[in-house]
């Protein structure tokens, strides 16, 4: 399983971005993939996460702000990504627990 990860860059703090995964490969299932991201010095976080059964968890800090959806038909993952912070900065993976694979990285910095 190969995922692709795109859609950063360096945005002033309000904007917006919309990161893409897409999946290539022998992958099972798009449908409990995520988005992880990792700031400078920080541990990796889960952003949000596709859950079996079509629930999504969220991160308490974009709740409201940031929405994942996804294309099966693309395998495609989506992070639409609005009002953007200083502290949403960092680089951006995503994941597919299934195949344990993981996205390469895109970078977004959010300046105030």
């Known amino acids: 399983v190969q995922l692709q990860a795109s859609g950063g860059g360096s945005v002033q703090a309000g904007a917006f971005l919309r990161l893409s995964c897409a999946a290539s490969?022998?992958?099972?299932?798009?449908?409990?993939m995520g988005w992880y991201r990792q700031a400078p010095g920080k541990q990796r976080e889960l952003v949000a996460g596709?859950?079996?059964?079509?629930?999504?968890n969220y991160a308490e800090s974009v709740k409201g702000r940031f929405t994942i959806s996804r294309d099966n038909a693309k395998k495609t993952v989506y992070l639409q990504m609005n009002s953007l912070k200083p502290e949403d900065t960092g680089v951006y993976y995503c994941h597919d627990p299934i195949s344990r694979s993981w996205g390469q990285g895109t970078q977004v910095t959010v300046s105030s």
């Open positions: 490969g022998n992958i099972f299932s798009i449908n409990t």
């Open positions: 596709l859950v079996t059964g079509g629930y999504i």
